[in-house]
């Protein structure tokens, strides 16, 4: 992988289930026309200098509407570890991946530091 840029970007909370079916564990790709709330990537070709059209992560094979903050590290093994914030929670969660673009989560959740008291 070449330079992978991971960013939120999105105007609403809207479901991820787009098939009408009510099949949420499907994972569905927002419409052209829909900016979801979630966090998406885009790769930087190198010859072009161009990024490529965002699209979405999925954790758990959705599209997490709530997830901000993505810090994501490869591990030693080549793995990806995801560590993300829920502004509905106030940990933050570790999910793991071999392909940097589908993630499943690791059962691990994080204190987050709020300094707002």
């Not at 009510?22 to 790709?29: K, R």
């Not at 903050?69 to 071999?98: E, K, M």
């Amino acid at each position: 992988m070449g330079i992978r840029a991971y960013y939120v970007n999105g105007l609403s909370n809207e479901s991820s289930d787009k098939s009408g079916k009510g099949d949420a564990a499907a994972p569905v790709a927002p419409a052209d026309n829909v900016l979801m709330h979630a966090i998406y990537y885009s790769d930087l070709n190198a010859t072009t200098g161009q990024w490529s059209t965002r699209k979405p992560i999925y954790i758990e094979n959705l599209i997490d509407g709530n997830a901000v903050d993505p810090n994501l590290v490869q591990l030693q093994d080549g793995s990806w570890l995801l560590a993300i914030s829920n502004p509905t929670s106030a940990n933050a969660a570790l999910h793991a991946s071999q392909d940097a673009l589908n993630f499943t989560a690791k059962g691990v959740t994080l204190a987050t530091f709020s300094p707002v008291a």
